[in-house]
T-cell receptor
Framework: EAQVTQNPRYLITVTGKKLTVTCSQNMNHEYMSWYRQDPGLGLRQIYYSMNVEVTDKGDVPEGYKVSRKEKRNFPLILESPSPNQTSLYFC????????????FGEGSRLTVL | GENVEQHPSTLSVQEGDSAVIKCTYSDSASNYFPWYKQELGKRPQLIID?????GEKKDQRIAVTLNKTAKHFSLHITETQPEDSAVYFCAADKGGYQKVTFGIGTKLQVIP
């Protein structure tokens, strides 16, 4: 089954404790991206990647890191989480051709205390 | 960068009525305009999209219109049903591996 898989789905952590949210897709998509969803702010892009070893900042990259060492994986790293990073996070992928459609993962709800 | 404004933020309609959600964008280079539906607790999913060389597109009860001159596009849902209740996001995309910018979302409630 074609899918985008995120882990963990739910996480409660404390300020400053490094964490990684994994994202994996099995559709051989070139394009992957991370979004955060907050009430009243919609979906805001954090980082995106056009292909292996190619990443770029989105609209809200501060406090986040990403890497794209393999085509299928695009982890989101919070080196020192803060309470303002409490949010619902979505990973998404796209074929990278002119199709445009984003395929979203199920989301990861992160709470930073 | 691109800025996408979406309104209304909330919309309540009676079952069977029509619903219209409007979006404007700022970057004339944007050429792909998708709409995503997010049901409660679920992931966003594409419901319809339109490209800059097309003025209107329909798929059963939903349609999207695009006015490139005014940088404006809209989602129209006719004969609304309770299962249409969800949050709808518009987006603008320049294509060519560039980033997608979303509107803030519209929470649509269809009252039976």
């Amino acid at each position: 089954e074609a899918q985008v898989t995120q882990n963990p789905r739910y996480l409660i952590t404390v300020t400053g404790k490094k964490l990684t949210v994994t994202c994996s897709q099995n559709m051989n998509h070139e394009y992957m991206s991370w979004y955060r969803q907050d009430p009243g702010l919609g979906l805001r892009q954090i980082y995106y990647s056009m292909n292996v070893e190619v990443t770029d900042k989105g609209d809200v990259p501060e406090g986040y890191k990403v890497s794209r060492k393999e085509k299928r994986n695009f982890p989101l790293i919070l080196e020192s989480p803060s309470p303002n990073q409490t949010s619902l996070y979505f990973c998404a992928s796209s074929p990278g051709d002119f199709t445009g459609e984003l395929f979203f993962g199920e989301g990861s709800r992160l709470t930073v205390l | 960068g691109e800025n996408v404004e979406q309104h209304p933020s909330t919309l309540s309609v009676q079952e069977g009525d029509s619903a219209v959600i409007k979006c404007t964008y700022s970057d004339s280079a944007s050429n792909y305009f998708p709409w995503y539906k997010q049901e409660l607790g679920k992931r966003p999913q594409l419901i319809i999209d339109i490209r800059s060389n097309v003025g209107e597109k329909k798929d059963q009860r939903i349609a999207v219109t695009l006015n490139k001159t005014a940088k404006h596009f809209s989602l129209h849902i006719t004969e609304t049903q309770p299962e249409d209740s969800a949050v709808y996001f518009c987006a603008a995309d320049k294509g060519g591996y560039q980033k997608v910018t979303f509107g803030i979302g519209t929470k649509l409630q269809v009252i039976p």
